[in-house]
């Protein structure tokens, strides 16, 4: 059974620039998740989607984040435009149902650095 | 305060060690409790899973949970070198509501 994969793994950006990162999740999981991780710290959630509606984006800085999820399949976050304190790991994160407590399977992450 | 607190380390034991990770939460409604190993440049990967109070083994792996004290560990036997890797604790309520992760604990076994 194929991962969570994740492109690019790794970006440099100037602040203000913009960014997009994609997310395939794993065949036939109806919930996928994005997350920061800062460096030294946990995951946050950011953004979670069941099927292609959200269900949670309320942690999600939504004047310069935004992301969709097409089909209810693939998904993508962007940062527009970024700021210094954007430098993080963005994980994506699958699951065959809704719900917390439903096992979440993560891609490796994309390592973002802001200059 | 933070909803969950994890010792962030780090921890360094040599190897055939006993280690404890522990984590302490403030939100009585949390109900399912996980154990995460992320690997250097990787994502977490679900290590243990309980439900409510009580404790779980899974080979060198024991995870308890005392909802009383609002208190989890987790306990490795016989740590070998390719345990060394970021723990991160995390739980949830019944709600279906999002997952609150600790901080991680960085773990280095030395052979």
């Known amino acids: 059974e194929a991962g969570v994969a994740q492109s690019p793994r790794y970006k440099i950006i100037e602040k203000r620039q913009s960014v997009a990162f994609w997310c395939n999740p794993i065949?036939?999981?109806?919930?996928l998740y994005w997350y920061q991780q800062i460096l030294g710290q946990g995951p946050k959630l950011l953004i979670q989607?069941?099927?292609?509606?959200?269900?949670?984006d309320s942690q999600l800085p939504k004047d310069r984040f935004s992301a969709e999820r097409l089909k209810g399949v693939d998904s993508t976050l962007k940062i527009q435009p970024a700021k210094l304190e954007d430098s993080a790991v963005y994980l994506c994160?699958?699951?065959?149902?809704?719900?917390?407590?439903?096992?979440?399977?993560f891609g490796p992450g994309t390592r973002l650095t802001v200059l | 305060q933070k909803e969950v607190e994890q010792d962030p380390g780090p921890l360094s034991v040599p190897e055939g060690a006993i280690v404890s990770l522990n984590c302490t939460y403030s939100?009585?409604?949390?109900?399912?409790f996980m154990w995460y190993r992320q690997y250097s440049r990787k994502g977490p990967e679900l290590l243990m899973y309980?439900?409510?109070?009580g404790n779980k083994e899974d080979g060198r792996f024991t995870a308890q949970v005392d909802k009383s004290s609002k208190y989890i560990s987790l306990f490795i036997r016989d740590s070998q070198p390719s345990d060394s890797a970021t723990y991160l604790c995390?739980?949830?309520?019944?709600?279906?509501?999002?997952?609150?992760f600790g901080e991680g604990t960085q773990l280095t076994v030395n052979p």
């Open positions: 989607f069941q099927n292609n509606g959200v269900v949670d």
């Open positions: 995390a739980m949830t309520d019944t709600s279906g509501s999002r997952l609150t």
């Open positions: 065949s036939g999981h109806a919930t």
């Open positions: 939100n009585s409604a949390f109900q399912y």
């Open positions: 309980t439900y409510s109070s």
């Open positions: 994160a699958s699951s065959l149902q809704r719900g917390g407590q439903d096992t979440q399977y």
